[in-house]
């Protein structure tokens, strides 16, 4: 088979058309020959004799090795491709066949050209089974016209294989010049098994992430001297037949246009498995973790994560000059960000941008990779605006200490683990996890929103009901799609109510109780190997399990505030611009509420001022505790609200 750089040659288009015409010149003669019954002696030719072979390093030549024509099936598809663009020859056709048919008949190829066989037009031939040729599908087979697919057509006259048909599934991928190292080295092992021919492995599985699993199968492909085309598993035909005849169109594109594919397995694994039986051939999969091949010969890679030095190394080159004015910006992003060699480049680009146009800080390089990292979570997380700072919490001092020694081990975990070897002695529990636990309104959502603001790092709120679900298996699923999702920007994840997934465990009765302690298992050991923190709350610590608490590195109690904290609560809600008069904060500390539902209060009764048209009085403060009450199915007891407005005399 001819390789790429001979297909990109420059006369390789024109050896084609050349072998193809040649071809054709020979079917012409032999046709004058049969129409000419009297025919003089230089005219007289032997069409007995086959048709000579085409040229070698021509696409001819390659097509009829690849699929294994015999000298009939080529000079058939000699004659249909000849027809296409030798006016000549397709009127000798015309009149060979007695018609206004231009185009050769199997019945006319059966009486003209040596070596003929029925079994040529069967649909398990090459010409009919790979759609090399096309008949109609009614009709006498011998008077059927026999058309060249256009792309096969194409592919005769030295042009780049492609067919349209593929392109609602399948997509080119560019390769990559170069990755780092250890990835580089990843590459070009892939590369090396598609070098073993028939013995090669049915696909390669790469486990990790998925852009940078792309990028190394796309360029281990390109090493092997393959194009790259892209195909999700998603996207595979439902109906069998649609899935057989895209197989088949694949592995012709395969075969004449050098091409390997990677495949994104996403969960269908049955359709995938059906496919990959159809369609073998340099396949390289993209999974989280290795698929059961079902018989199928594979082999399995794990993607290497790029290390913190490759990162700042990687920025430093794409940044040039400007990567000295950062002021240590580059390392401290490699820490918390896991960047492939795509996203770096493109954030580099974006800071050129900004630079040009004035608009680039130092800040911005952080926010810029923050952004592209962002994690696609679907309806199993929402992203939670983050703006609470350490002022906006009211906790006992030994609580705040906590949360600051949070942020700091966050912030420090690479120095700690890595540089001064803590992770060699226990590379299990390098997690960061911290329940926070306490009533309702207590603040446990606003320390995650600090902690993500303090630490410039996405929060995002995970609903455990979406999470965990009723089929067995599916909840570790949608678990994985979180953890993995998440491990590239290190967002911190919020679990709320916690106690519905980590309560007691009970007595093991039948196969759901085993699945769902299996299930709070698998959420520990994530957790545990999680980059970035994770955090659950709960309403009741009582109600966990005392054996997976003592897995959490954290535990931070938010209690109920006391009449002191409630007061500073106030101060803090009702913010400097808005407009007051005669606040007692003494008293409105008598209220015997949390912090959120206080902030509710705070902010309804700023909407009653603003409507009055007049400063925030305690009279609108009243109201809108009635309102929150009211809301609570709870009685205002005269106790909580004594003077707070006084009776007009």
Known sequence: MNTTAERSSSNYAERCRAAVQTAADDLRRRIEARLDEVGSATRRIDVSN????????????ALVSSFGLSNFEASLLAWSAGVEFDSELAQLTRRLGGGENATPTFGLALGLLPGAHWSALSPFGPLRYWRLLSIPPSGALVEAPLRIDEPVLHYLCGLPFSDDRLQ?????????????????????????????????????????PRAGARRIAARSFAIAGLAAYRLADADLPAVCEERKSLALLWMRQCVLGRAGLILERSGQDERLLRFLSSAPGPVILLTTEPMD??????????????????????????????????????????????LDEETIDAAAAEVALRTDSGDFTHEALWSICRTRCRPTLGGLAQRIQTAATWKDLVLPPARLRTLRTIVAQ?????????????????????????????????????????LANELGLDLYRIDLSAVVSKYIGETEKNLARIFDAAERASVILLFDEADALFGKRSEVKDSHDRYANLEVSYLLQRMESYGGLAILTTNLKSALDTAFLRRLRFMVAFPFPDAALRAEIWRRVIPRETPVAALDFRRLAQLNLAGGHIRNIALNAGFLAAEAGSALTMAHLL???RGEYEKLEKPLSETEVRGWVHPPP
């Open 168 to 208: 609602a599934w399948i997509t080119p991928i560019p390769a990559p010049s170069e990755l780092h190292p250890q990835r580089e080295a990843l590459a070009r092992r892939g590369a090396a098994v598609f070098a073993h021919g028939p013995e090669q492995p049915a696909l390669i599985q790469l486990c990790g």
């Open 293 to 338: 091949a079902d018989g199928l010969r594979s082999i399995v890679f794990e993607v290497p994560p790029i290390s913190v030095e490759e990162q700042s190394e990687r920025f430093a080159r794409a940044l040039g000059p400007l990567a000295t004015d950062l002021n240590g910006q580059i390392g401290r992003i490699a820490l918390h960000f896991q």
């Open 50 to 61: 086959p048709l000579p072979p085409p040229p070698e390093a021509t696409a001819l030549a």
């Open 623 to 625: 109201e809108a505790a």
């Open 410 to 450: 966050v912030r420090h975990r690479h120095t700690v683990h890595e540089t001064w070897g803590f992770a060699r002695l226990n590379r299990r529990g390098l997690g960061l996890a911290a329940l926070f636990h306490g009533p309702s309104g207590t603040g446990k959502t606003l320390a995650a929103e600090v």
